[in-house]
RNA sequence: GUGGACGUAGCUCAGCUGGUAGAGCCCCGGGUUGUGAUCCCGGCCGUCGUGGGUUCGAGUCCCAUCGUCCACCCCA
């Protein structure tokens, strides 16, 4: 094993086997998003690295310990983006898009992060991103949550997720919040366990946090930070929560949401899930109404969020919503070298003539045995016969392969036109 | 980065307290000189993750290393 060639861990293939739920993903999300105004922008997979350090955060775990930096040729750092929103709200800035311009952008993409891969979690994976930039809010914070509830529900996934909110106030309301908070775990720094102490002077917000149990009562006693909203913030989130209850999407307001980059402000959300182990994080994303400006854009709100391809992957597998690929509509089962030249021939006239056909044309050679086992195990409805008996007479066998029926001729020139009635007929049983 | 479990054929796995590898599936061919999904026969496929050590002898024991999985941290 040593001699063969391993893919670099954490990073994988997605086969053939298993590409369907993606698809279906891909597909089902493309058009909901276009349906809700959304446009794809595509961005570069490698930025500067000083825009994650400026956007996420220099004392985030992503920037501190995760990014994929490398010196390139010309002497720059750069980095494989860890997360798709820096790259796309550069694109705005350096293209001259703002000025005021709302735009409903979605994006999809690898990321990479340095991490211990486990289930769930990968070095290289995948997000579908969404922003709507220039939009204050609430009403888009609303919509855009509705846009992932309608995505779950086409999914046939949504009895799995369930939404948790919370506001973050804007970042002055936060840092007094953050104050007392510091107070509050430095009064009580004997109950803190090693990871918390840690916590206490780079993020203090995320001991609340804490899946230690041992942490649970001292939590409890906390300051929450609903309670320290600035009004504006407030009065932002209340509105928000009024339009999720009267589109009917539940919710937890869960003021221990706190999210893991630094440039989010009041709205954050999370859809997590039960049935994916320890990574039960499937979408999220939050308000980031200052990192604009903070990278040198003119000021503008926004909202964005991204989803984990893997995990939603996962997800529709696990609970078994997964299309079945469709399998091929006609198999060309071929013997002799002008049979196989005329079956050539005869694939590209039957294409022709029904361009959503769905014809495998035998390749590579076989005997019959062989070619009617691969005919048979590619789902095909029809064989359609042509050695060199039928080219004599200038016709195509055709054998129904999903039920008991007999074996007809068709002349070749007549094929194109009798396909759709070939197979329908074969279907029908008839 | 920390911890635990596990690495035998392409896949799923068997291999008792050490005696120098096996099954099923897949793939290919034959039985049916041109007919699949059933059946029968045969073939292909392994330096037992890698490197050391103990031993007359290691897939089995020891050490190291790499990898996978799961969890912590954190996150999609």
Same mark, same amino acid.
């Given at each position: 094993?040593?001699?063969?060639?391993?893919?670099?861990?954490?990073?994988?293939?997605?086969?053939?086997?298993?590409?369907?739920?993606?698809?279906?993903?891909?597909?089902?999300?493309?058009?909901?998003?276009?349906?809700?105004?959304?446009?794809?922008?595509?961005?570069?997979?490698?930025?500067?690295?000083?825009?994650?350090?400026?956007?996420?955060?220099?004392?985030?775990?992503?920037?501190?310990?995760?990014?994929?930096?490398?010196?390139?040729?010309?002497?720059?750092?750069?980095?494989?983006?860890?997360?798709?929103?820096?790259?796309?709200?550069?694109?705005?800035?350096?293209?001259?898009?703002?000025?005021?311009?709302?735009?409903?952008?979605?994006?999809?993409?690898?990321?990479?992060?340095?991490?211990?891969?486990?289930?769930?979690?990968?070095?290289?994976?995948?997000?579908?991103?969404?922003?709507?930039?220039?939009?204050?809010?609430?009403?888009?914070?609303?919509?855009?949550?509705?846009?992932?509830?309608?995505?779950?529900?086409?999914?046939?996934?949504?009895?799995?997720?369930?939404?948790?909110?919370?506001?973050?106030?804007?970042?002055?309301?936060?840092?007094?919040?953050?104050?007392?908070?510091?107070?509050?775990?430095?009064?009580?720094?004997?109950?803190?366990?090693?990871?918390?102490?840690?916590?206490?002077?780079?993020?203090?917000?995320?001991?609340?946090?804490?899946?230690?149990?041992?942490?649970?009562?001292?939590?409890?006693?906390?300051?929450?930070?609903?309670?320290?909203?600035?009004?504006?913030?407030?009065?932002?989130?209340?509105?928000?929560?009024?339009?999720?209850?009267?589109?009917?999407?539940?919710?937890?307001?869960?003021?221990?949401?706190?999210?893991?980059?630094?440039?989010?402000?009041?709205?954050?959300?999370?859809?997590?899930?039960?049935?994916?182990?320890?990574?039960?994080?499937?979408?999220?994303?939050? &308000?980031?109404?200052? #990192?604009?400006? =903070? $990278? !040198?854009?003119? /000021?503008? +709100? *926004?909202?964005?969020? @991204?989803?984990? %391809?893997? &995990?939603?992957?996962? #997800?529709?597998? =696990? $609970? !078994?919503?997964? /299309?079945? +690929? *469709?399998?091929?509509? @006609?198999?060309? %089962?071929?013997?002799?070298?002008?049979?196989?030249?005329?079956?050539?021939?005869?694939?590209?006239?039957?294409?022709?003539?029904?361009?959503?056909?769905?014809?495998?044309?035998?390749?590579?050679?076989?005997?019959?045995?062989?070619?009617?086992?691969?005919?048979?195990?590619?789902?095909?409805?029809?064989?359609?016969?042509?050695?060199?008996?039928?080219?004599?007479?200038?016709?195509?066998?055709?054998?129904?392969?999903?039920?008991?029926?007999?074996?007809?001729?068709?002349?070749?020139?007549?094929?194109?036109?009798?396909?759709?009635?070939?197979?329908?007929?074969?279907?029908?049983?008839?």
């Amino acid at each position: 094993m040593t001699a063969s060639p391993q893919p670099i861990r954490g990073m994988n293939d997605v086969l053939p086997e298993a590409i369907a739920p993606w698809q279906h993903l891909e597909a089902t999300a493309r058009e909901l998003l276009g349906a809700y105004g959304y446009e794809e922008i595509r961005v570069p997979v490698v930025e500067h690295t000083e825009l994650f350090e400026r956007s996420i955060g220099e004392h985030t775990d992503i920037v501190e310990k995760e990014m994929y930096t490398f010196t390139d040729l010309g002497g720059d750092s750069l980095t494989l983006r860890p997360e798709a929103t820096a790259g796309i709200v550069r694109a705005m800035i350096s293209n001259g898009l703002l000025r005021g311009a709302r735009h409903k952008l979605w994006c999809t993409g690898p990321m990479f992060r340095h991490e211990k891969p486990q289930k769930g979690r990968y070095r290289q994976f995948h997000q579908i991103d969404v922003e709507a930039i220039g939009f204050a809010g609430p009403d888009v914070d609303a919509e855009l949550i509705a846009l992932t509830a309608r995505l779950w529900r086409q999914l046939g996934i949504d009895h799995s997720v369930r939404l948790q909110l919370n506001s973050l106030g804007t970042p002055e309301a936060r840092r007094g919040y953050r104050e007392q908070l510091v107070s509050y775990f430095r009064a009580h720094e004997v109950r803190l366990d090693a990871d918390s102490r840690r916590r206490l002077e780079g993020n203090p917000l995320r001991i609340l946090d804490s899946k230690n149990p041992d942490m649970q009562s001292l939590v409890a006693g906390a300051p929450v930070l609903t309670d320290h909203l600035d009004a504006a913030s407030r009065v932002h989130f209340e509105r928000l929560r009024a339009t999720l209850d009267a589109f009917g999407v539940p919710y937890t307001v869960n003021p221990r949401l706190v999210r893991g980059l630094d440039y989010y402000s009041r709205t954050v959300f999370e859809w997590v899930t039960d049935a994916l182990g320890a990574q039960d994080a499937v979408c999220s994303g939050g &308000r980031y109404d200052g #990192l604009i400006g =903070q $990278l !040198g854009g003119e /000021p503008t +709100p *926004a909202i964005g969020f @991204a989803m984990g %391809v893997e &995990r939603v992957v996962a #997800l529709m597998a =696990q $609970l !078994g919503e997964v /299309p079945a +690929p *469709a399998p091929s509509d @006609a198999y060309l %089962v071929v013997q002799g070298e002008a049979a196989e030249r005329a079956a050539l021939v005869l694939a590209e006239r039957l294409r022709d003539a029904q361009p959503a056909l769905r014809v495998v044309v035998n390749l590579g050679g076989g005997n019959f045995k062989a070619q009617f086992r691969r005919a048979n195990r590619s789902g095909a409805t029809l064989a359609l016969i042509l050695g060199e008996a039928e080219l004599r007479r200038g016709a195509v066998a055709v054998k129904p392969l999903r039920r008991e029926a007999e074996q007809t001729d068709c002349p070749i020139d007549a094929l194109p036109h009798r396909i759709d009635a070939l197979l329908a007929a074969a279907r029908r049983g008839d």
